[in-house]
């Protein structure tokens, strides 16, 4: 089956340093790839919409500018929550895609990595 | 309002029971829908699909009704295993939609 991993799985960071978040799909190539964000007991929000060689699309209320994507292969994509603040702290999951996930009605699936747990001091 | 709605919980059920999940949700342009499992400090993982005719795989049964735009899961013969987050899933235009999961619990 299609696998997506993440790295890293935990990171502990101080307050005002820059967290890079690695999403890698392992035996597909992913047209686009997603990034959520969960809070404890609530739900997952997606954050960004990212297709390869483009630039990534954002949702209302997600600094761009705060949460840089690059999407730089079919493979790989790449959050980095820059200058992080302990509001910051958070689980961050990705997902991957073959057909960008706007098919109705096909097995057009995103597949979910392990997800990384930002703890910011 | 929220765009997914479901009941948090917790339920907490003994083993055999029948448990029944509800969502609802609010774009009536909706195209497809979802229940995921997510276990504690782990990803979402896809559970089972829903259809307007409704579908079962095993002891689960989802069932959806577009006109009241209302999604349900029924666990039967809960076990041990079966505690988890059910997160009730829309997709719009190309996103998931998630609600905010309900915490099921079944004790021996």
């Known amino acids: 089956g299609a696998v997506v991993s993440q790295h890293p799985s935990r990171v502990i960071c101080k307050s005002g340093t820059s967290v890079k978040i690695e999403c890698r799909s392992l035996?597909?190539?992913?047209?686009?790839m997603f990034w959520y964000r969960q809070f404890p007991k609530q739900s997952l929000m997606l954050m960004a919409t990212?297709?390869?060689?483009?630039?990534?699309?954002?949702e209302q209320g997600v600094e761009k500018d705060k949460f840089l994507i690059n999407h730089a292969s079919l493979t790989l994509s790449t959050l980095t929550v820059t200058s992080a603040h302990p509001e910051d702290s958070s689980f961050y999951i990705c997902?991957?895609?073959?057909?960008?996930?706007?098919?109705?009605?096909?097995?057009?699936?995103?597949?979910f990595g392990p997800g990384t747990r930002l703890t910011v001091l | 309002r929220k765009e997914v709605e479901q009941d948090p919980g917790p339920f907490n059920v003994p083993e055999g029971a029948t448990v029944a999940f509800n969502c609802t949700y609010s774009?009536?342009?909706?195209?497809?829908f979802f229940w995921y499992r997510q276990d504690c400090r782990k990803e979402p993982k896809l559970l089972m699909s829903?259809?307007?005719s409704g579908n079962e795989d095993g002891r689960f049964t989802a069932q959806l009704n577009r006109a009241s735009q209302y999604i349900s899961l029924l666990i039967r013969d809960s076990k041990l295993s079966d505690s988890a987050t059910y997160l009730c899933?829309?997709?719009?235009?190309?996103?998931?939609?998630f609600g905010q999961g309900t915490e099921l619990s079944v004790k021996p």
């Open positions: 899933v829309v997709k719009e235009g190309g996103k998931l939609i």
């Open positions: 829903v259809y307007s």
């Open positions: 990212s297709n390869e060689g483009s630039k990534a699309t954002y």
């Open positions: 035996d597909f190539q992913a047209t686009t």
């Open positions: 997902s991957a895609s073959v057909g960008g996930g706007k098919l109705a009605g096909t097995t057009d699936t995103q597949y």
């Open positions: 774009n009536s342009a909706s195209q497809s």
